[in-house]
């Protein structure tokens, strides 16, 4: 059997079902096709935040502050919150070094426009009294907020469905074809065969695979991280919180951070959110460990102690549930968007890393302005796809 | 069925009523999994140890799919809540990666 629309997506994750909702509103046919269940990828398995302190200046601020608008056109147009929350977010200074590199970043940021700062302990104690006293400084941004990624996926999904959209799940794509009036046929596991002139590749992690189907050079690279998930408990500060760690080993490769072996193999760095069901999730690890989605006992661990050591407190809470999702990483942490040269109607829109969420809607948004052939962005050349076609 | 029965929780920890799973359901979310993942029954204090099964008729009902295949594939540690001060436990090392 045959199916024929405007546009193929393959993957049903947060960007498949944002590129999906946001063509269709657009006037196209969309197939969004997914070898998995609902959010069976890292959309289902992450943190929501939509998060600006972690971020250089540069396109991917900017974006973030784009999505945050769509996000609010979304919640008006779905008539739903989203589980969208604005609790703002430090991030913990643990040494006279990581303050230095946060102190010039912070700097940075705010020449940029963001609304960020640092702060001195007596203010640290006053937004989180639970802290443990070995911080020694902290930034605060009241930007940093987040929406619920389950609540965004099915909104996209009903009220796109509502505008004709339409999403297959459980069927992989297995193979694509370009036929001689230029095409595609796009074949499944069960059999199926959906045809369109554009096929838009959203497969996250598995971008890669995807893109060999039709000879396309996707870099995507799978990051795993661990998170665990506390009971509901009542607020435990103000804000949400994070290490500076990763932040200070992004920023400067030459700084060794505070870490055990261990640790540092697996790239551990404090993550502390409050989610909208008022359990917390708690990560998180970086691990390069292929397409392997589970969770380890020696991740938890981690977690866990480093928990402790910031949280002390939270020693008699319980955690409830443990997961792991694949970020889905590029060589140069951003993006790829667009057409690939010398293939076309083929495009990309993948490699998130660990701001999908954050970027979903404005990732779709562009997608679908690209597809309908609108007039370039150049801001958006530094996320084409093609700056790897030659590697 | 009442109209009334259709509010009754199938999911207490998270109040989930009847009525929103099989709205889930008629939208095309069929397994275990996927009504947890839109609809949160499952997903508090007791991680579906009461409504698992419950869940999973309701959608073979309604849907002719055999049991096994709407159930949860694999159960992840931790099975029931643990407190963070478990890893200060010898016994916690014995718990298996899955
Ligand atoms: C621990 C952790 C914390 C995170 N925290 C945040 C955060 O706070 N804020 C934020 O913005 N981001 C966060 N992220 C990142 C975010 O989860 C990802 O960037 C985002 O989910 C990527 O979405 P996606 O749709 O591209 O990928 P996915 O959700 O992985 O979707 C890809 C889909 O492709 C499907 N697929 C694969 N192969 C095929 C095939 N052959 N045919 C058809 N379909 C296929 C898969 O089934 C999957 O559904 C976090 C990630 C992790 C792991």
Same mark, same amino acid.
């Given at each position: 059997?045959?199916?024929?629309?405007?546009?193929?997506?393959?993957?049903?994750?947060?960007?498949?079902?944002?590129?999906?909702?946001?063509?269709?509103?657009?006037?196209?046919?969309?197939?969004?096709?997914?070898?998995?269940?609902?959010?069976?990828? =890292?959309?289902?398995?992450?943190?929501?935040?939509?998060?600006?302190? %972690?971020?250089?200046?540069?396109?991917?601020? *900017?974006?973030?502050?784009?999505?945050? *608008?769509?996000?609010?056109?979304?919640?008006? *147009?779905?008539?739903?919150?989203? +589980?969208?929350?604005?609790?703002?977010?430090?991030?913990?200074?643990?040494?006279? /070094?990581?303050?230095?590199?946060?102190?010039?970043?912070?700097?940075?940021?705010?020449?940029? +426009?963001?609304?960020? &700062?640092?702060?001195?302990?007596?203010?640290?104690?006053?937004?989180?009294? #639970?802290?443990?006293?070995?911080?020694?400084?902290?930034?605060?941004?009241?930007?940093?907020?987040?929406?619920? @990624?389950?609540?965004?996926?099915?909104?996209?999904?009903?009220?796109?469905?509502?505008?004709?959209?339409?999403?297959?799940?459980?069927?992989?794509?297995?193979?694509? !074809?370009?036929?001689?009036?230029?095409?595609?046929?796009?074949?499944? /596991?069960?059999? $199926?065969?959906?045809?369109?002139?554009?096929?838009?590749?959203?497969?996250?992690?598995?971008?890669?695979?995807?893109?060999?189907?039709?000879?396309?050079?996707?870099?995507?690279?799978?990051?795993?991280? /661990?998170?665990?998930?506390?009971?509901?408990?009542?607020?435990?500060?103000?804000?949400?919180?994070?290490?500076?760690?990763?932040?200070?080993?992004?920023?400067?490769?030459?700084?060794?951070?505070?870490?055990?072996?261990?640790?540092?193999?697996? +790239?551990? %760095?404090?993550?502390? $959110?409050?989610?909208?069901?008022?359990?917390?999730?708690?990560?998180?690890?970086?691990?390069?460990?292929?397409?392997?989605?589970?969770?380890?006992?020696?991740?938890?661990?981690?977690?866990?102690?480093?928990?402790?050591?910031?949280?002390?407190?939270?020693?008699?809470?319980?955690?409830?549930?443990?997961?792991?999702?694949?970020?889905?990483?590029? @060589?140069?942490?951003?993006?790829?968007?667009?057409?690939?040269?010398?293939?076309?109607?083929?495009?990309?829109?993948?490699?998130?890393?660990?701001?999908?969420?954050?970027? =979903?809607?404005?990732?779709?948004?562009?997608?679908?302005?690209?597809?309908?052939?609108? @007039?370039?962005?150049?801001?958006?050349? &530094?996320?084409?796809?093609?700056?790897?076609?030659?590697? | 069925?009442?109209?009334?029965?259709?509010?009754? #929780?199938?999911?207490?920890?998270?109040?989930?009523?009847?009525?929103?799973?099989?709205?889930?359901?008629? *939208?095309?979310?069929?397994?275990? $999994?996927?009504?947890?993942?839109?609809?949160?029954?499952?997903?508090?204090?007791?991680?579906?140890?009461?409504?698992?099964?419950?869940?999973?008729?309701?959608?073979? /009902?309604?849907?002719?799919?055999?049991? &096994?295949?709407?159930?949860?594939?694999?159960?992840?540690? @931790?099975?029931?809540?643990?407190?963070?001060?478990?890893?200060?436990? !010898?016994?916690?090392?014995?718990?298996?990666?899955?």
């Amino acid at each position: 059997m045959t199916h024929a629309a405007d546009v193929l997506v393959i993957g049903g994750g947060i960007i498949g079902l944002s590129c999906g909702f946001y063509l269709t509103k657009r006037g196209k046919r969309v197939c969004v096709l997914d070898s998995g269940g609902f959010a069976d990828g =890292a959309s289902g398995a992450c943190d929501d935040m939509i998060l600006f302190q %972690s971020k250089k200046p540069g396109i991917n601020l *900017e974006l973030t502050f784009e999505s945050l *608008e769509l996000y609010k056109s979304l919640r008006a *147009e779905v008539d739903d919150n989203l +589980g969208f929350a604005n609790l703002g977010g430090m991030v913990l200074i643990e040494n006279q /070094q990581e303050l230095e590199i946060m102190e010039e970043f912070v700097s940075q940021q705010r020449s940029y +426009g963001l609304d960020v &700062e640092v702060i001195d302990k007596r203010e640290i104690h006053k937004k989180q009294p #639970f802290l443990s006293d070995h911080i020694i400084a902290s930034t605060y941004s009241k930007m940093d907020s987040q929406i619920d @990624p389950f609540a965004v996926m099915r909104a996209f999904e009903r009220k796109g469905s509502s505008y004709g959209m339409k999403v297959f799940r459980r069927n992989g794509v297995v193979g694509i !074809e370009r036929i001689g009036n230029g095409d595609y046929l796009v074949s499944t /596991q069960d059999g $199926t065969v959906f045809q369109a002139p554009i096929v838009v590749n959203a497969a996250g992690t598995w971008a890669g695979q995807i893109g060999e189907m039709v000879g396309a050079n996707v870099p995507i690279t799978p990051k795993r991280g /661990q998170i665990i998930i506390t009971e509901r408990v009542p607020p435990i500060g103000e804000t949400n919180l994070w290490s500076a760690k990763y932040l200070v080993t992004k920023l400067r490769n030459d700084v060794v951070v505070d870490l055990n072996e261990d640790e540092r193999s697996m +790239g551990l %760095s404090f993550a502390f $959110t409050r989610s909208g069901g008022d359990t917390y999730l708690v990560g998180s690890t970086r691990e390069y460990v292929g397409f392997d989605k589970g969770t380890t006992i020696g991740g938890i661990r981690a977690i866990i102690n480093q928990t402790l050591k910031y949280l002390p407190r939270l020693r008699d809470v319980n955690f409830i549930r443990a997961i792991a999702g694949l970020r889905p990483s590029t @060589p140069d942490g951003r993006m790829l968007l667009g057409e690939h040269a010398g293939i076309d109607g083929f495009f990309t829109a993948a490699g998130h890393e660990g701001d999908g969420i954050a970027l =979903a809607p404005i990732t779709g948004t562009l997608l679908a302005a690209m597809v309908c052939r609108d @007039p370039g962005d150049h801001r958006l050349d &530094e996320l084409s796809p093609n700056r790897f076609a030659n590697l | 069925m009442a109209d009334d029965d259709k509010d009754m #929780f199938i999911c207490r920890c998270e109040e989930v009523t009847l009525r929103e799973i099989e709205q889930a359901i008629d *939208e095309g979310f069929v397994t275990v $999994t996927d009504i947890k993942r839109v609809t949160r029954a499952g997903m508090g204090l007791c991680q579906g140890r009461t409504c698992t099964k419950t869940i999973a008729r309701i959608i073979a /009902q309604r849907t002719g799919k055999p049991l &096994e295949e709407v159930l949860p594939k694999s159960y992840r540690y @931790p099975v029931r809540p643990e407190k963070l001060q478990v890893v200060e436990n !010898e016994e916690f090392n014995d718990a298996k990666d899955s």
